[in-house]
């Protein structure tokens, strides 16, 4: 007897992701690395879960450029991709089994390199070590001018009263749109 399960029509057709135009893998891989995790309510109002952390827009990316040459050509000619994927505590704080990953600010340039000037998406929920705090210093004094959506929480005093990141707040900013901090 044979399994239904299992059985193949002959009028179905299957469609793989080889066959997809490449608008509509550039849409799912967008969705995919959407680091700010917009959905829409039933009020049909755009909502966003800032720091909800069970995503992980990098790591969604990284493992989808690896799949075939089709899809890692789409993503790495795709800085905008990259450019709304900047989650500090990926970045920062990356971890692998045994402890702190060792090449985790090469990473960090890595995405960034690939970002080129595309407008920047950059979350942090955890910043709350001297060397984080210095790391999102350096990063908003060398992009200012390319951040477009910032949300970044930290744990603690708060660390960002230095005159350098008031210098920063006084600068043009033309692609913000979102500063939660």
């Not at 059985?7 to 680091?35: G, K, M, Y």
């Not at 210095?134 to 930290?154: G, K, N, T």
Request: some cysteine; overall charge positive; hydrophobic content about 40%.
């Amino acid at each position: 007897m044979e399994n239904s399960d299992h059985t193949i029509h002959s009028n179905t057709r299957q469609i793989d992701s080889l066959t997809l135009p490449r608008d509509v893998l550039w849409s799912i891989f967008s969705i995919n690395a959407d680091l700010f995790g917009c959905h829409v309510t039933e009020s049909l109002s755009i909502e966003t879960k800032p720091f909800e952390s069970s995503r992980d827009p990098l790591l969604n990316l990284r493992y989808s450029s690896q799949v075939c040459s089709t899809w890692r050509g789409i993503i790495l000619e795709s800085p905008s991709l990259w450019a709304r994927s900047i989650d500090l505590d990926r970045l920062i704080y990356l971890k692998r089994p045994g402890g702190i990953f060792r090449d985790r600010f090469l990473w960090f340039d890595e995405v960034l390199r690939r970002a080129a000037r595309a407008p920047l998406w950059v979350k942090g929920s955890n910043i709350f070590e001297e060397l984080a705090v210095r790391i999102v210093l350096e990063l908003l004094e060398r992009e200012w001018d390319r951040i477009e959506r910032l949300v970044v929480r930290y744990i603690g005093a708060y660390p960002f009263k230095s005159g350098g990141f008031k210098d920063i707040l006084m600068r043009p900013a033309p692609y913000l749109k979102q500063f939660l901090l």
